[in-house]
């Protein structure tokens, strides 16, 4: 069976420092990648894509960058955090195919102060 | 564009009340229809879907027809239980969406009280 993994689950990080979230699925291969931000009573809002190594489409400009490294692993950065970037970060996967099912990780909190 | 309009919340329920969450699409092709459900701190959980107009989605309990002529998915259950409080998101997935992404409603948070 495939799970997808987040981590860390809970991050605490000054204005200006750096990020990095990571998420990683197993038992499957060459999946779409997602990530999400999700602020405080408010919906989803799709911030990358990626159906294949090093492949990164951006949803919405702004101070965090996307990267695919591995197959089964993306990752979520910024440079300098800024406030407005506080909230729940969530990763999903899907096998890749038209009109298939996403599958969530537990999500990351972040509170930026 | 494809866009999913769900009913505002927060909906507050008695327990054993039925609940319906309304949502409508628009879409310009034949989009698959799925609710995912979130608790308190956690990720998304897939509730149900459906892939062609007339299909019925369910589980748990909870059930929605995907409805072309109507361009609605609305989610209903019976008798909802305190465990059911959660904020619940309708989406939709055209074949036409680049990189399979999902397109979600705002969500609806529900409220389940004993």
């Known amino acids: 069976s495939q799970t997808i993994h987040q981590w860390p689950a809970t991050l605490v990080q000054p204005v200006g420092s750096p990020l990095s979230l990571e998420c990683t699925v197993e038992g499957t291969s060459n999946p779409n990648l997602y990530w999400y931000r999700q602020a405080a009573g408010r919906g989803l809002q799709l911030l990358f894509y990626s159906v294949g190594i090093g492949q990164i489409s951006s949803e919405v400009p702004q101070n965090l960058s996307a990267s695919r490294p591995q197959d089964r692993q993306f990752i979520l950065s910024s440079k300098k955090l800024l406030l407005s970037d506080s909230g729940f970060y969530l990763c999903?996967?899907?096998?890749?195919?038209?009109?298939?099912?996403?599958?969530f990780g537990p999500g990351t909190r972040l509170l930026v102060l | 564009g494809n866009s999913v309009t769900q009913m505002e919340g927060p909906v507050t329920l008695s327990e054993e009340a039925f609940l319906t969450i309304n949502c409508t699409y628009t879409a310009t092709g034949y989009p698959s229809l799925f609710w995912y459900v979130q608790y308190p701190g956690e990720g998304l959980q897939l509730l149900l879907k459906a892939t062609k107009a007339d299909d019925k989605g369910s589980n748990k309990g909870f059930e929605a027809t995907y409805r072309k002529e109507t361009t609605s998915f609305h989610l209903e259950k019976g008798s909802v239980q305190v465990s059911d409080s959660a904020v619940y998101f309708c989406a939709l997935s055209d074949r036409g969406n680049q990189g399979g992404k999902l397109i979600f409603g705002q969500g609806t948070e529900l409220s389940v009280k004993p």
């Open positions: 999903a996967w899907n096998r890749g195919a038209p009109q298939e099912t996403q599958y």
